[in-house]
């Protein structure tokens, strides 16, 4: 939702924000709805080391904010598909299609960030940058320590 509102000018990202945040929220009622159904309740809303450090890398010059902003959500998503992959291979049966849909549904969030960004940039820009982005997200991994949680 920053991103739509602060490209509230860029009617396609802004459309595409509001759509992504409608699918979150029902993602969000869907894992509600399995904690509770656990007997469990949800935790604490901390912050995300590894999401604010990719987030350090976004470059503050105005023509290549928003290239930075919208690759490293991609990144974020990509990596985030790999994460519900492996759950969803290692879960109970009635668990399994839940991460797996959700992996899937992450992947087209990672494609959507970079084809968005193809909107706005040139497609050398992004592949030099999300390349530089995915090095440097592969050094942030190597740093951070060993913990259960998606992004």
């Known amino acids: 939702m920053t991103l739509a509102s602060h490209y509230r000018d ?68 990509a990596r985030g598909c790999e994460r519900f992959q492996l759950l969803a291979a290692a879960l109970e049966p009635d668990m399994a299609p839940v991460y797996a849909d959700f992996a899937q549904s992450e992947a087209r969030h990672a494609d959507l960030f970079v084809d968005l960004a193809g909107l706005y940039y040139p497609e050398d820009e992004i592949a030099t940058r999300l390349d530089q982005l995915e090095g440097a997200e592969a050094e942030i991994m190597s740093a951070l320590p060993l913990r259960p949680a998606l992004h």
């Open 10 to 77: 860029k009617e396609k990202l802004v459309t595409k924000m509001v759509d992504l945040a409608c699918e979150e929220l029902h993602h969000f009622r869907k894992v509600y709805a399995c904690i509770v159904a656990r007997g469990g309740q949800l935790g604490d809303d901390t912050k995300d080391r590894y999401v604010r450090e990719l987030l350090g890398l976004a470059r503050r010059a105005t023509d290549v904010y928003l290239l930075d902003r919208l690759l490293i959500a991609g990144v974020i998503e």
